[in-house]
């Protein structure tokens, strides 16, 4: 049974159809990718399986459970876990304390949830900046964070919307190596990601959502030779440019 | 009495002069909460100053209030723009809770200011068309009432047309909604902030010249409009000009009425309850646009 | 901070040293001395200088102040060896916790005596903290029963409670009715929702029946209160013969000008401690509007001489003449009195005096002065008329300046 | 997060400070200002709990104050209830108070100024109400009788208020200090910096919110039932005034929001301040507070984090 | 025409652009490429003088400008059309049009309305439409539309085919060469790397702070080096 199953979900803001009649399934033990040009619906469609927008029509299911229009902390509750693309850190906390309240989610003791939030922060190479405001931190650092404070919860789904815009490849290949560790660990990733590199080496299966509808769905090589993604990637012209 | 559509008539009317004076208070307020969203404390002293300033304006120079008009706006044009542009946003480094506090520390030094230099004693002024009454047939109108409420409307054409037809107005409602927009076209957002707060400024020394003829002044005068412009604000939509200017009209007529059922004293409960009720259900106000 | 106050107290212990150290050479007959020595006794008054009452304290103040003056340039106390008085204010800010903060400093500074209040709520709190203090408060014009009736040693009154008022107020109202034929039988009260006009309106709804007047509507409105046209299209709408208000000046006046604009037919305008009938600044600038108004209220027996010479200085120092001026002016000689004959200023000693003052050489109407747990009996208000340029007095009899025109004619 | 030494080594300087105060101060005078001082600080931690911590700027505080203020003294002089037992049920109000204000605004997504404006128009309308209500004495207020006596909450020495002000915040400070430390004081100040953030980790802010502004009014309903003890009356403008909202949120925005003593902070500077301008300015009626208020300005333009930005910006 | 040397840049203790060299001449159309977050509107920002430089030149027809006052900037004639857009919601489409010529060029304002409605026919059936409902690509020529209201000499558009149908972007392009044409500079700062190669004559590719690449477009559409960076093929 697939852990997350979108059907059919639609949202309009005003004029404009952000996201179309799109389907997906996450299957367990697999890391899934969303991918398409900036526009494409991307966020808005994690927004609304996370609970931060109810969609206008369709359905959404976690673990089987029917989950649409559920608020968004409860969503968090029952382990479906997102991070923002534009980073959200609480800005006067230290990092540490950042990661401490998504540890809260299970552990209601302060100082092991601070001490879960060390451990966490070792994993993810962070632990020089513990005591560091969150607002000093780099982009990179800011991305990190984001996920650590999601990993935190204990989460069964981990929504990642672009952990790695902005950073530079070491970081890259570093935020790889750690997402693979997380899925080893038993947490089923949903990614949006733009870093192409990191989506081909880490996804088990690839969506590609463009204006809106989900325009292609295959493992990443056949994303890869796809022309339609291609062109809606690079651009037109650039599945011929590229023969 | 209440049966009496003659009493209610001119209720509703007596309800729309002082709805006048609410409307062109709130609008300074409105302008200025509008543009840079900042809660201004001080609102009610600077009305309480213009109205000193028209007061000494009439006892020793004998200008006439509505005379005095033609100095006193564009003075404290000025004076708000200074103020704004030199006091409270290098003080406040834009922070909503230091702005808070700026006003309320100004409002601190202006009220005392005002106790030292001119004490607490009441003043008012005689001109003759105070006692001059106008038959409207329904009820007898003092005619500074009917002046106030004729320029309030005026008042509220004037601020439109600057509004909607000058590149001014346009870079003002621009500043509004879209600063980073506004910065990019070549819009001095610092200046249009004080242009701002001058021009609430100006509106509030309008008021006072129109309201002095009919009313008093003492250091502590304004704090009887600031809530109610605060509410007048609300009702008509945090930062809509015309909002501000009908939620006053509104709000007079409200009080009056609630003031003849309740009883003056417990009918300001009327004002308090629609201002929480728009906040809670309508909180973008009559004349307010959504905002996404 | 903290280390400064056994510092005042020793300051304090030290002029009274000097002073026991004066009284002794008085009597020994060193009058060199003395005058090389000049001594003063501390007042507090507690008045509210900042803030919503901020006029009535300053005129207070004057009142107090003009007494203060006038003692000093005879000579001050003589059984002091002509100590001078020294008045020291506290400034109340119109709230009872800064009152309370006010009278603890100026009794460590060494106050002999309080005058104050102003209003019921910083004159309740304010004596309530004189009282623990050992300090004799004297209340100038808060009306609250509970002032005096609580039995707090050394808080007195001399002026009249909010009964004496409202029950003369009665009096006047129906002798003056009476002479007239009766042409008024009924009532509108409007009144401020405070403690003073509430309580006033609500006696005088119970009473006013009992009277033969039949009470139509009683308006309450907030102070401050922005405009009174509705009231006034209120009261035209009900017709009441007689309009009783009890505001504050400011309101006092908007109502006046209300009354007057909307040309409401009454017979009459009886207020009862309206702050407006009885100001000559209202009567300036609003002669039309304030035109027969009658107000029972603290007021001076214009008859005494002593009555004319404080009139007169008053408008030498261009204070306007209020009731506030006028019962801090006779509290200060009724205190200065007190100290005079305690000849110390043991604080206990003077509220001994105080309680058993006879004194009588005052402006107010009330014959000497006579403490009952802490009310001077003798207290009484008295009722005046505005007429032209001048506020009569026209109740009680005895002092009476004037008669009442009632009802107002009609032009 | 434990106490480092330092801080244990300040809080002992402080608890000895304010134990032993009355010993050295005999002035009725400045302890009073101390009471008073303690008591502002007391209402300004209500405030911060909110405001500081949680970042919800209420600028009605009053409506928890006066509703302290006035159960207490409606129940016993109107009900005959014991003074203690008075306080509790008007703490409990205050709380309630408090749940009722947040659940209405919160539920509605009230933020920010908006938020600011409701509460102070429910002060507006909890002071009307008051004024005009018999129960509630309507304009005169309420006057507690005078019985002295630890058993009625009233002392004749008034060493014993100071005690018990003293006592009453370190209450509020511990509470807060605990909150600081516990699970809901990181979800209110992870409410407080980004609500988007706190809900996609599982937070239900409007929960942590409601909770916050209960326990706010719960603690500003203690410093009510305090006022009223220590003066014994209370009326509309006291209780619901502007005056009291301003008082409760000065302290903590001067001294340092979201900071445990932020408002003890505050409120001693605030005090000292204004016993300094009174003291050198205080003969004219104004210029004391003119010069107050240009000190104010001052202190934002060059302390923008409030005093405990001194400390905090050398750490 | 314009020179950048060494430029640093960023928010706070943020630290954005480190070490930029860029030149623009009169007349040319300069891509600049990269990814999310690389620091493209950065870069943008600071030329406006939205964002004060922590150190380097920025040299705007052989005047410094760097920590110049944005207005000051636009009225020299460098304008930017922004990464989303920026336009004034609640204001008609004409009026913001209008506020385009607010600081500069504004005695010419009704021939230059004029000129625009006539590269972007829909706004001017929209002219009181307010801009706030107009969807997404005629929100993008609008913006388009009131940076040219002021004359640009130097035109800097940030994301202009982002959220555009393919036809849109097409024609956008199509018109970012049409206004090129009439002498207007152009600096092109883009995802779309392949189209904005097409009407580029030359082209920065900005990674991490730094340019990675640049050189005259025809001749980094062949390199390798570039496909790799975007799609990792």
Known sequence: MAVLEAEGVSKRFGGLQAVAEASLRVEPGRITALIGPNGAGKTTLFAMISGFLRPDSGSIRFDGREITGLAAHRVCRLGLVRTFQIVQPFAGLTVRENIAVGGHLKEPDRGRALAAAAAIARQLGMEAMLDAPAQSLTVAGRKRLELARALATQPRLLLLDEVMAGLIPTEVSEIVAVIRAIRDAGVDILLIEHVMQAVMSLSDDVYVLNNGRIIAHGAPGEIAANGDVIEAYLGQGAAHARG | MLADPVFLLAVAFNGLTVGAIYALVALGLALIYGVLHIINFAHGSLLMLALYAAFFLFTLGGVDPYVAVLALAPGFFVFGYLLQRFVIAPISFGRDTNVLLVTLGLSIIFDNLALYLWTSTTRTINVPYAQTYVDIGVTAVALPRLVALGAALLVGVAFWLLMTRTDLGKAIRAVARERQGARIVGISVEHIFAVSFGLGTAVVALAACLLLPTFYVTPTVGYAFVLIAFTTVVLGGMGSFIGALLGGLLLGVVEAFSGVLLGESLGQIGIFLIFILVLLFRPTGFFGQRVA | MAVRAPRRIARTSRRNFIAAGAAAAAALGMPALLRAQPKTVKIGLIHPMTGMFAYNGAQAFAGAKLAADEINERGGIRSLGGAKIELVVGDSQSKPEAAVAEVDKLSEAGVACFLGGYASGIGLTASQAAARQGVPFMSDTPVSDQITGRGLPGVFRFGPGFATITTAALDALVAINDAAGKPAKTVILVHEDGAFGSGMAKFLAAELPKRGFQVLDSIAHPTPTRDFTNIGLRLRAARPDIVMPSSYLNEYTLLARSIHQHRVPVKGIFSVIGGGASNFKFIREYNAAAQYIMDCNHWIDPNKPRSKRFVKALEERKVDLTYEVMLNYACMLLIADAIERAGSTDRAKISAAIASSTFEDHIMPYGPTKFVGGQNQGAQPATTQVQKMDIEVIWPQQFATAKAIFPIPQA | ?315 | MLAVDGLHAGYGALRILRGLDMRIERGEIVAVLGANGVGKTTLNNTLCGLIRPTGGAITWLGEPIAGARPERIVASGLIQVPEGRRIFPNLTVRENLELGSYRRARRNRDRNLERVLIWFPRLGERLRQQAGTLSGGEQQMLATGRGLMGEPQLLILDEPSLGLSPRMVDEMFGLIRRINAEGVTIVLVEQNVVQSLGIAHRAYVLENGVFALSGPAAQLVADPRLKQAYLGL
Not at chain 4, 107 to 134: H, I, K, P, Q
């Open chain 4, 1 to 315: 997060m434990r106490l480092r030494s330092g801080q244990a080594g300040a809080l002992f300087v402080l608890a000895a400070f304010f134990l032993l105060l009355p010993q050295f101060v005999t002035s009725s005078y400045w302890l009073g200002l101390w009471t008073l001082t303690l008591f502002y600080a007391l209402l300004g931690q209500s405030w911060n709990l909110l405001g500081g911590y949680g970042g919800q700027v209420s600028f009605g505080h009053a409506v928890f104050f006066g509703t302290g203020a006035y159960v207490s003294a409606v129940l016993q002089v109107k009900f005959g209830f014991n003074a203690w037992a008075g306080a509790a049920v008007a703490v409990a109000a205050g709380g309630l108070v408090g749940a009722f204000l947040g659940a209405v605004s919160f539920r509605y997504g009230l933020r920010g100024s908006y938020f600011a404006l409701v509460t102070l128009a429910f002060a507006e309308v909890f002071r009307v109400l008051v004024n005009s209500w018999e129960l509630t004495g309507s304009g005169f207020g309420m006057l507690i009788p005078l019985r002295p006596g630890a058993a009625h909450l009233q002392f004749t020495d008034r060493t014993w208020f100071y005690y018990l002000i003293l006592a009453l915040l370190a209450a509020a400070c511990a509470l807060v200090w605990w909150i600081e430390r516990s699970r809901f004081g990181a979800y209110l100040v992870a409410v407080r910096e980004n609500e988007d953030a706190a809900q996609a980790l599982g937070i239900d802010c409007f929960r942590v919110k409601v909770v916050a502004i209960t326990l706010s009014g719960a603690l500003a309903s203690v410093a009510g039932v305090f006022y009223v003890q220590y003066f014994l009356f209370v009326d509309s403008h006291i209780g619901y005034g502007p005056a009291m909202s301003v008082n409760a949120l000065l302290a903590p925005l001067i001294g340092g929001a979201g900071t445990l003593f932020g408002p003890l902070i505050g409120a001693v500077a605030l005090g000292a301040l204004s016993e300094l301008t009174t003291l050198a300015l205080g003969k004219t009626p104004g210029v004391n507070l003119l010069a107050f208020g240009v000190l104010l300005l001052v202190i934002l333009r060059f302390l923008p984090n409030g005093l405990m930005g001194l400390f905090r910006g050398r750490a």
